[in-house]
């Protein structure tokens, strides 16, 4: 029997269609993550970008579980998705860059760079595979959170962005976190921990601790970038 003819319960309709809406409520925190760039509240911007991560992170799993590309198919969800996570993860965090002043004076065009390299990276068809992301993922929320708390210096700023952004191009295949079936336990074990440290971080990033904190967290970083690569090094001897 094909997937067109069956026919969903009203219950089943209903749980997909709270994952669509679930999915949407990165839409209202991308609005409260720009008042916080607007307000100048680092806080409340950081803060709203972490539940929409935590948002994203989550509703693929129940989109999977509820099946709801089959029981929607008129909706497209990974389409709202790509939507939203381009405001969260690239453009909002572009914003921030401005709104904190990352870049030295005179400087701050440097923002369209990862800007467009973002919008690129979005629209390739082989952004993604069934275990990897292909080319760095736009994670310019959680380098904008680092450079801040880090009080990084304008020039390593650039440097930094410039640098990622280019990494945008090259099809290193990197660990997605949910999918990636090597190290997948450890990889998201770590990884709660990490998000948990950094949800504590954004809550007090004015903190005299968060700078010690933040240096030690990058532990994290550094391992998915090392894993990463080995993933890498592993898919293309397939």
Not at 51 to 56: E, K, L, Q, R, S
Not at 119 to 144: D, H, R
Not at 186 to 199: D, K
Request: net charge negative; proline share 4%.
């Amino acid at each position: 029997m094909s997937t067109e003819a069956i026919t969903y319960s009203t219950a089943a309709r209903a749980k997909a269609w709270f994952v669509h809406f679930y999915t949407a409520l990165g839409l209202p925190l991308a609005v409260l993550t720009l008042y916080g760039a607007h307000e100048g509240d680092a806080v409340l911007f950081f803060i709203a970008s972490i539940v929409a991560c935590f948002v994203d992170a989550t509703d693929g799993t129940m989109a999977r579980r509820y099946d709801v590309k089959h029981v929607t198919p008129t909706f497209n969800g990974r389409k709202l998705d790509d939507i939203i996570d381009f405001l969260n993860f690239a453009f909002l965090p572009c914003i921030g860059m401005l709104a904190f002043q990352i870049f030295p004076a005179g400087f701050e065009w440097v923002v369209v760079i990862p800007l467009m390299a973002s919008g690129y990276g979005f629209c390739q068809e082989a952004a993604k595979t069934e275990e990897s992301f292909v080319g760095f993922p736009s994670y310019w929320n959680i380098v904008l959170l680092y450079l801040y708390v880090l009080h990084t210096n304008q020039w390593a700023a650039v440097g930094s962005v410039v640098l990622f952004s280019v990494l945008i191009f090259v099809p290193v295949h990197y660990i997605y976190p949910t999918r990636t079936v090597w190290l997948k336990k450890v990889t998201i074990g770590a990884g709660s921990m990490w998000a948990l440290v950094m949800t504590v971080i954004a809550f007090n990033v004015h903190a005299s601790w968060a700078y010690p904190v933040a240096v030690a967290s990058m532990i994290y970083p550094s391992y998915y970038f090392i894993v990463s690569f080995m993933h890498h090094q592993q898919v293309m001897a397939e």
